[in-house]
């Protein structure tokens, strides 16, 4: 199409929606108007009209007096599908840090889905989570070994490495069919905040979910804290 028949504000738009999507503008925050218009030999209106689109579309915010803010972009996660987090972020860079990989008493929490009493030995394995390069969550999953006892060969894996979800399903060939999860919202304690590089205090999504075998057992009890200006859920209803 010849480019005289598109809208001159739509021209802009798409230019600066390109340069957003690039990483164009290094510091997050798009040049004042004045400038746009000089830069595309522009009226006001039509520069407002691009920046309006933009912001229809989620990609600006703009506040009076201080300027136009480029938005963060954030992690998204569908609830209707059973899988681990690398699957998850699948198109993302997903790294790991191991904190904990031992054996430890069972949450009371999970005793009663796990079948198990109080005091016996499960698999904790606790990790940050991280999305290209950012600290997303910090991840604390317990293994339940009365399910398999080959779920203890956890302990002697580099899970910076490995999807936990790929082991269960792939090495060791267990059916996963379902999972029961709590969504709640919740603060950051110090030492949370310290590994997710924010400030304590912060509002974050604590996620519990039960996971079952395809013979109803319950293999796993994870609990995990999401950095809440970084990560969030969506629900498909069909």
């Keep these: 199409m010849d480019k005289n028949v598109i809208p001159l504000y739509y021209r802009i738009y798409n230019e600066l929606r390109n340069r957003i999507l690039s990483g164009y503008y290094k510091d ?4 004042p108007e004045m400038e746009l218009c000089a830069e595309f030999d522009a009226s006001r209106i ?9 912001r229809r579309e989620g990609l600006i915010s703009r506040s009076k007096g201080l300027g136009t803010f480029i938005k963060k972009f954030e992690s998204e996660e569908q609830l209707t599908k059973l899988t681990g987090f690398t699957d998850e972020m ?3 860079k997903v790294t790991s840090k191991v904190l904990e990989n031992r054996l430890v008493n069972i949450p009371a ?3 009663e889905c796990f079948g198990l009493a109080s005091g016996t030995l499960v698999v904790l394995l606790k990790r940050i989570r991280y999305i290209d390069e950012k600290p997303i969550a ?6 339940n070994p009365s399910v398999d006892l ?3 060969n956890v302990l002697h894996k580099d899970m910076e490495k490995e999807s936990l979800y790929h082991f269960i399903q792939n090495e060791l060939s267990i059916n996963l069919a379902y999972a029961e999860e709590i ?3 919740t603060k950051l304690s110090k030492d949370e905040a310290n590994l997710l590089g924010v400030k304590p205090g912060e509002c974050a999504i604590l996620r519990k979910r039960f996971t079952y075998t395809d013979t109803q057992k319950c293999i796993e009890y994870v609990l995990s804290i999401y950095r809440g200006d970084e990560y969030k859920f969506k629900v498909v209803r069909k």
Excluded: C, D, F, M
């Excluded at 039509?46 to 933009?54: M, S, V, W, Y």
């Excluded at 910090?138 to 293994?143: F, M, R, T």
């Design 109 to 111: 929490e999970a005793q």
């Design 138 to 143: 910090i991840e604390s999953a317990y293994l």
């Design 183 to 185: 969504l709640e919202v």
């Design 150 to 152: 080959r779920l203890l």
């Design 46 to 54: 039509t520069i407002r009209n691009a920046l309006e689109q933009l």
């Design 90 to 92: 699948k198109g993302r």
């Design 28 to 31: 997050g925050k798009l040049p």
